[in-house]
């Protein structure tokens, strides 16, 4: 864990975090955030250079974005982003 990080340092930022939503391969368990049952068509942007970066996007394969399909951020299913609240 570290006090200040960026993309890329492979550190765990300190801080305290409100999700928008819960997400996961099972039905939706219950609970009080909104949830989302991902599929192969769900998947997170990890190119730092998109508008919908660090975003969980649904598209079939054959329609994402070329410079996600030939770069690191592959289709994939990952997980859900955060926002950090200042403490």
């Not at 609970?31 to 049952?37: D, K």
């Amino acid at each position: 864990m570290a006090a200040e990080t960026h993309d890329g340092n492979m550190a765990t930022p300190l801080g305290i975090y409100t999700l928008d939503f819960a997400f996961g391969t099972a039905p939706n368990p219950g609970g009080g955030l909104q949830y989302v049952q991902v599929g192969p068509d769900h998947w997170w942007d990890g190119d730092m250079k998109s508008p919908t970066y660090n975003t969980m996007q649904v598209c079939k394969k054959a329609q994402v974005p070329v410079r996600h399909v030939a770069g690191r951020a592959a289709p994939r299913t990952s997980t859900s982003r955060s926002t950090r609240t200042q403490s």
